[in-house]
């Protein structure tokens, strides 16, 4: 093969590599059947459809079973990592449970991967990573100064409100809703604004929420 056609040949498998990591495709390694269908590679595409609510209700559910892991620091476990995958990809529960270990810690690695945008908040002031429409309205950041002039009625409130849920109150620095309940009444934006963002916004807002300076 010429030089040229070398040249070529690398662009092209960057290209495909790129256009595999834009839509977030990850190659399990080998093939891995369930049931009548096999596998080689799980696109992860959905992930951008998902929102914080999808969030909150993926850690609400691993509640109700009893993932106990999952009662801490939810985004950190294989059981969300591979509810979220399901929720994305609109496959069963079943195909990322059954799924061999070395290709789930793959699915998990870009899921989590997503999730940890790099942070962007400065003087508790939220920066979002697009412009967030809202209502008619275009929001590039979230001021949540007003989370220091919230006081221990507002926690409690938040606390009921996380029991209406279905949530049993434990570590509430831990939750996704108990953050986006604390935003709304810190900034005045309707709960519905902060559980709508896009899914890679979640722990950037739960992080910026329990922010230690506001504890000082």
Do not use: W
């Not at 459809?49 to 620091?73: G, H, P, S, Y």
């Not at 476990?77 to 990809?89: D, E, I, L, P």
């Not at 934006?189 to 504890?215: H, I, M, Q, R, W």
């Amino acid at each position: 093969m010429s030089d040229e056609k070398n040249i070529q040949a690398e662009t092209n498998e960057e290209a495909v590599e790129a256009m595999q990591e834009e839509r977030r495709v990850v190659d399990l390694g080998k093939p891995y059947k369930f049931e009548d269908t096999e596998y080689t590679e799980i696109d992860l595409t959905g992930l951008d459809k998902l929102t914080v609510k999808d969030a909150i209700d993926i850690q609400r559910q691993l509640f109700n079973e009893r993932e106990v892991a999952a009662a801490m620091l939810t985004e950190t476990t294989t059981a969300f990592a591979r509810a979220v995958a399901a929720k994305a990809t609109e496959l069963p529960i079943e195909v990322f449970k059954l799924m061999p270990r070395g290709a789930s810690r793959r699915v998990a690695a870009v899921v989590r991967g997503y999730l940890n945008v790099e942070a962007a908040t400065e003087n508790h002031v939220m920066q979002l990573a697009k412009p967030y429409h809202f209502k008619g309205k275009t929001y590039t950041e979230v001021d949540l100064n007003g989370i220091a002039d919230l006081n221990s009625m507002n926690e409690s409130e938040a606390e009921n409100r996380l029991t209406r849920a279905g949530f049993v109150v434990t570590e509430t620095s831990y939750n996704f809703l108990f953050a986006c309940i604390l935003a709304s009444m810190a900034t005045g934006l309707p709960e519905e604004f902060f559980t709508g963002l896009p899914l890679y916004e979640t722990l950037k807002l739960k992080n910026a929420v329990n922010d230690s300076g506001f504890f000082e």
